[in-house]
């Protein structure tokens, strides 16, 4: 199985939407709104925000099965260089059928991609605890330099 990994599109909105319903309700067991009303806001949202919350998808069989997003931030400009990124992982989520197949490693190896060509000046995950593993084996560091204020 070859999984296709490319950025997502405002077209991609309600699958996207189907797959993190399914990890934070039906995994996770988070209540709100139904899965019909959540799927038609989550597309909505997408194609709003796609200038700053940037989805990348896996499709196996033209089929989305993975989703990883980059949340861009516009940083300060400085005498060296006027145009200046930040990028912050978030939502990596691969169906459980697909997991261990390297589709998680090849979602994260396109962002990084993606944010070298572009010259980020910073690239951030706050990850789950299991995935911290991952993260590290992809080339992250633990960084003393960032800090974090707990708002719950």
């Known amino acids: 199985m070859d999984a296709v990994i490319r950025p997502g599109t405002a077209e991609d909105g309600h699958a996207l ?22 799927v038609n806001r989550f597309a909505s949202w997408t194609a709003e925000h ?3 919350n940037m989805p990348f998808v896996a499709s196996v069989d033209d089929q989305i099965v ?15 260089r006027l145009e200046r990124y930040a990028g912050d ?5 691969v169906l459980p059928d697909y997991r261990n197949q390297g589709i ?11 944010v070298k060509k572009r010259e ?14 991952f993260y590290m084996r992809m080339g992250f560091v633990d960084d003393e330099q960032w800090l974090a204020y707990p708002l719950t």
Do not use: C
Request: no cysteine.
């Open 17 to 38: 939407g189907q797959l993190r319903f399914r990890w934070r309700a039906e995994e996770r067991g988070e209540t709100g709104i139904d899965r019909e009303r959540f």
């Open 50 to 52: 796609l200038a700053i």
């Open 66 to 80: 993975g989703m990883a997003w980059l949340v861009i931030s516009h940083r300060p400009p400085t005498p060296s």
């Open 89 to 93: 992982i978030q939502s990596v989520y």
């Open 104 to 114: 998680g490693a090849k979602l994260i190896n396109t962002i990084l991609r993606y």
């Open 120 to 133: 980020f000046v910073a690239l951030t995950v706050h990850s789950a605890i299991p995935a911290i593993d």
